[in-house]
């Protein structure tokens, strides 16, 4: 009983047991997360959508399945490389000459029609002109009057030229007479035989002959001296007089348009009856002594394009050579022009107009890492494309860098070797696909 009793009791504590069961009423605060704990539960929070992204979708983004027969593959290859550019030039005469109008008037008479062969001053319109055929005729008047008068005025300078002769002639026979006079009277005075005064009066009519020469036969020589100016003077008034006729029936002339040259009448713009201006341009003669080519070229190429470089054309099955003869310094539009003509033998029957694809050389031959030209470079812009593996299953994405280029290779200037199998197909429908896997056919 008494150890049943003892058990029972309530077992003593210690004091210091005893003292916290007494403080049951106090309240306890709460202790804060450290900063270092809330970062890396804040960084693990959001790195797990981040790797569930990447464990989801990485495979979807980075990899296309293809199939080939969709694909362009290109092998790159060690080759001779040279720089040309397509260019498109039209076949032209190498020289035209132009028919305009030089008096206006209304077409008359037309002689010729376009693809005539003309010669030189074969006549081809007639104009008539009213107004300036009365003009002319009205100036042609009053030159023949000038004309005339010059005559008239030449003619009595003539006669005023014979009559000082003539004074000076009698002048001169009068000094004959009178000297002679005078010495036999003064023969006759040393006899005695005639007066002192009559001896006086020969003397002063010798001496007053002699004068008279004298002053006539300088005024003759300046009468001269002024007749030969106004000689010039009017030869040069006749020439002036005779060079405005020649020009006013050369306006009349005008009004029938003759051949310059002799070829190929190859256009002719004028109708019967229709009203043409001065200067107005009425056809055109083509030379028949070869031809050229015209063709624009983007001024890109401005810098790069020289006279004397040549290009290529096929023909009917045939290659010809064109060389560069003249660049023409204008830009218009974005281009320049150029003209070309044909270095050795010339293609059989061609025609003004014709078109011609020429491949213009920019360079000379050289060895060069190549590739094809394909649709990726307008996705890419020569940056990247995909090289297929050595397994030949996928194609990966690879940075390289091109160069130069001509409408068949682009030069490879890095990322690529000879051997390396290229897609060079369009890349519009991939995006930032890392990886083309080719299906299994």
Excluded at 334 to 339: E, L, N, S
């Amino acid at each position: 009983m008494d150890t049943l009793r003892t058990s029972a009791e309530p077992k003593k504590m210690p004091p210091s047991d005893l003292a916290a069961t007494n403080g049951m009423d106090r309240r306890i605060e709460k202790q804060p997360w450290p900063p270092k704990r809330i970062a890396r539960y804040a960084a693990a929070a959001m790195g797990l959508p981040l790797l569930a992204y990447l464990l989801l979708f990485k495979e979807s983004v980075t990899r296309l399945n293809v199939s080939m027969e969709r694909l362009t593959i290109a092998t790159v290859e060690l080759a001779a490389f040279q720089e040309f550019i397509p260019v498109i030039g039209t076949i032209e005469p190498r020289r035209t000459v132009f028919l305009d109008a030089v008096s206006g008037g209304r077409v008359a008479i037309r002689y010729l029609e376009s693809g005539a062969l003309v010669e030189i001053g074969d006549p081809i319109l007639k104009l008539d002109n009213f107004d300036l055929q009365l003009r002319v005729s009205t100036q042609e008047t009053l030159l023949l009057e000038q004309q005339n008068n010059l005559h008239n005025t030449r003619m009595a300078m003539e006669q005023n030229r014979i009559r000082l002769q003539g004074q000076v002639d009698e002048a001169r026979y009068q000094v004959v007479q009178s000297r002679r006079t005078f010495e036999q009277n003064m023969k006759l005075a040393e006899k005695g035989l005639i007066s002192k005064l009559e001896l006086a009066v020969s003397r002063e009519d010798y001496e007053y002959q002699a004068g008279r020469r004298d002053l006539l036969s300088l005024s003759f020589r300046q009468d001269s001296l002024l007749q030969s100016l106004q000689r010039v003077q009017m030869d040069n008034s006749e020439q002036r007089i005779l060079a405005n006729m020649e020009m006013l029936r050369q306006a009349l002339e005008n009004l029938v348009i003759r051949a310059p040259v002799a070829g190929q009448l190859t256009s002719l713009d004028a109708e019967i009856g229709e009203s043409k201006s001065a200067g107005q341009r009425m056809g055109r003669i083509d030379v028949l002594d070869g031809h050229r080519v015209q063709a624009p070229i983007d001024e890109f190429y401005i810098s790069r394009v020289r006279v004397g470089q040549t290009g290529e054309v096929d023909l009917a099955g045939e290659s010809f050579t064109l060389e560069i003869t003249k660049i023409y310094p204008e830009v218009l539009d974005g281009r320049f022009r150029i003209d070309l003509e044909f270095n050795g033998s010339v293609p059989p029957d061609i025609r003004r107009g014709q078109t011609l694809r020429i491949r213009l050389a920019l360079g000379n031959l050289s060895e060069a890492v190549l590739l094809a030209r394909g649709g990726f470079f307008q996705s890419t812009g020569g940056r990247w494309a995909y090289v297929v593996d050595a397994a030949g299953s996928a194609a990966v994405r690879r940075e390289i860098k091109l160069g130069r280029q001509n409408p068949l290779h682009f030069e490879v200037l890095e990322g690529l070797a000879p051997g390396d199998r290229v897609v060079i197909s369009s890349y519009d429908n991939y995006g930032d696909i890392q990886q083309l896997v080719f299906k299994q056919q």
